[in-house]
């Protein structure tokens, strides 16, 4: 008989959808990994094809869509869950060494593209969601500044099709549009300090964190809404370099780029912490207009206050590959490897334990992020902690990831939207797919 060695009979209980405390540590090899997520990659591949969908209704061109068929959202098209779907789609094409479901890809994260961009408004702003049916399909009226608009992720999705479809050609007539959407977000969103601030609370991606959900319109300037733009900002400006833009367009893209990622750094990392957090920037000196009648005095120095709420968006300028390295040791050091604040048994919760919000009660307006794992968090620290090189994380959250997913799947036969972070417990939404995919990319 086999020895039991400690790593496989950690994998075995967490498959089994059993927590012990030794699993908030444990590392696993690649191909220990492997092994564990194969029901995974064969549920994948028999499934993954259904979230590729033909031209319809309002969608003239191909699409994706973010679950599976006949399940919630499944006839809808959504902002940034289609460049997750479609990045974990093109990681199923890298696990099956399919280049012709890789094309197939390519053309339906283009096709939903250009069905965002055939709904654009005069103003370059989009949809969050759209259904076949309806261009905003949960009436978010995404053409007024006054309210929120897409995530900006469109030169991401742009840029991910012409890397996996080898073709850049289709993305020139583009172009200008996708720059005008990321300009959009500049023309009502930017705060004086650089960095850019929801219009409102709707529809922010982390539905409900703290530091932007219930607080007033155009006062949060969220590391999510920041660290999306200076990615797509960034992919903007690969697109534009591929495709031979004037040499003056990109100079200025640069240094719009540039200027939010000092921005993000400036303004949202916290030394005494060692994290990086989204700040409030309400800050302003009213005395000239309120006590015009004393001497100014000391002149206020500061421009926003952190809002010192800890949740897994503090990971994201090491995702973008912002943070020093030396922020990035500390970061890690003090509020990941430390405790189980933010490390949980099956993930990243998505706000720390530590803080007053955190539930893992159900609800779906808005979703719940007040701790909960999704794996769109885990994937986000799993590629900051990679990126860093801290190899022994990276690895550690690769095999939670797959547990998780794997123990939802045996006991669901599916898989679902976000998971308890100490028992594993589905609590959303059977038959999500989504960003779930992104587990491939961690194997």
């Known amino acids: 008989m086999r020895h039991l060695s400690r790593r496989d009979a950690i994998a075995a209980a967490l498959v089994a959808g059993v927590a012990p405390a030794a699993a908030i540590g444990a590392v696993a ?4 990994r492997r092994a564990v997520a194969r029901p995974l990659i064969d549920y994948f591949k028999a499934y993954g094809e259904t979230l590729l969908r033909p031209a319809q209704g309002l969608f003239r061109e191909p699409s994706i ?19 997750w779907t479609a990045r974990g789609l093109f990681a199923l094409a890298d696990v099956r060494g399919d280049a012709a479901f890789r094309q197939r890809v390519a053309e339906h994260a283009r096709g939903s593209l250009i069905n965002f961009l055939d709904n654009q408004s005069a103003q370059g702003r989009l949809p969050i969601v759209m259904a076949s049916t309806d261009k905003d399909a949960n009436r978010f009226p ?10 900006p992720v469109m030169a991401q999705l742009a840029l991910l099709a012409v890397e996996h479809g080898g073709d850049s050609a289709w993305c020139a007539p583009l172009i200008d549009r996708i720059a005008r959407f990321d300009d959009s977000w500049y023309a009502h969103n930017e ?9 409102n609370d709707v529809a922010i991606g982390n539905d409900n964190d703290p530091t932007t959900f219930g607080r007033p319109p155009f006062s949060s300037a969220n590391l999510l809404l920041n660290c999306l733009l200076y990615q797509d900002l960034r992919a903007l400006g690969d697109l534009s370099k591929r495709l031979g833009r004037p040499a003056a367009e990109r100079e200025a893209l640069a240094g719009r780029t540039e200027k939010l990622g000092t921005a993000i750094l400036t303004q949202c990392w916290d030394a005494r912490d060692a ?3 989204s700040v409030d920037v309400q800050c302003a000196d009213r005395r000239a207009e309120l006590i015009t009648n004393v001497e100014r005095g000391m002149a206020m120095s500061w421009s926003t206050v952190p809002l010192r709420i800890q949740q897994f968006t503090g990971f994201l300028p090491m995702w973008c590959g912002l943070a020093t390295p030396a922020q990035a040791e500390a970061l890690v050091a003090r509020n990941y490897r430390a405790d189980d604040r933010l490390r949980a048994a099956y993930g990243v919760r998505t706000l720390s334990s530590r803080e007053r919000m955190y539930t893992m009660a159900f609800s779906s307006n808005p979703s719940n992020w007040l701790g909960p794992v999704w794996i769109i968090a885990n994937y986000f620290v799993w590629k900051a902690l990679s990126a860093y090189g801290f190899r022994r994380e990276a690895d550690e959250l690769a095999d939670k990831t797959v547990a998780l997913l794997a123990a939802s799947l045996k006991s669901d036969g599916s898989l679902n939207e976000y998971y308890h972070p100490d028992t594993g417990k589905p609590l959303s939404h059977k038959g999500f797919m989504d960003w779930n995919l992104l587990v491939l990319e961690m194997l």
């Open 275 to 277: 994290f990086f957090y």
């Open 191 to 199: 705060s004086h300090t650089g960095l850019l601030v929801w219009s």
């Open 29 to 32: 090899t690649g191909g220990d």
């Open 65 to 83: 869509a973010p679950t599976l068929p006949k399940q919630q959202y499944s006839a809808e098209l959504w902002d940034w869950d289609t460049l």
């Open 142 to 151: 995404f053409d007024d500044p006054a309210r929120n608009q897409a995530k």
